[in-house]
């Protein structure tokens, strides 16, 4: 029941902030689009922890101000390699394990790497994400574990799928 309120609330967050009306009229329609859109979710069973992730939300905005830090910095160090004289880049393909106990953790890391200027998550099976980097450099931040230590910290309590209720 918590997945389904969160899925409503945040429906209904993300609608109010979106749209910018707020007469009677245009509010009574998002709540609608917002109800028929649960609806909808529930009858196709997507409403879990995996489909709603509402334990994440109090680690997030760290994470989210964390990750935005990384792209920053990466997109400095992209810059300088394109604009410097000569030839800065080294492309390189690693193997990353991805100790996320979740499919969505893993996910979240996959997408981590890849918002990174420089570097690409091309292949997540098993645990394994294989990622190109634009520098053997950018590659070996990979291999140090920063971001797989920030994913794992952001679910630290959630719950396995498996004894997640709905």
Not at 32 to 54: K, M, N, Q, Y
Request: neutral net charge.
């Amino acid at each position: 029941m918590r997945y389904l309120l969160g899925l409503l609330v945040g429906l209904a967050i993300l609608w109010l902030v979106l749209s910018g009306h707020y007469a009677p009229m245009f509010l009574a329609f998002g709540l609608g689009s917002c109800l028929f859109t649960v609806w909808l979710c529930h009858r196709l069973g997507s409403i879990d922890a995996e489909g709603v992730p509402v334990d994440l939300l109090p680690r997030l905005p760290g994470y989210m101000l964390w990750l935005l830090w990384q792209i920053l910095k990466a997109n400095v160090d992209v810059a300088a390699r394109i604009l410097r004289p000569g030839r800065h880049i080294s492309p390189t393909m690693i193997t990353l394990t991805a100790h996320q106990r979740t499919p969505l953790g893993q996910a979240v890391f996959a997408n981590s790497v890849t918002l990174t200027p420089g570097t690409i998550t091309v292949g997540l099976t098993d645990g394994q994400a294989e990622v190109h980097a634009l520098s053997e450099a950018g590659s070996h931040d990979l291999d140090g574990g920063v971001i797989d230590q920030r994913v794992r910290a952001l679910e630290s309590r959630v719950r396995h799928l498996s004894s997640a209720g709905s």
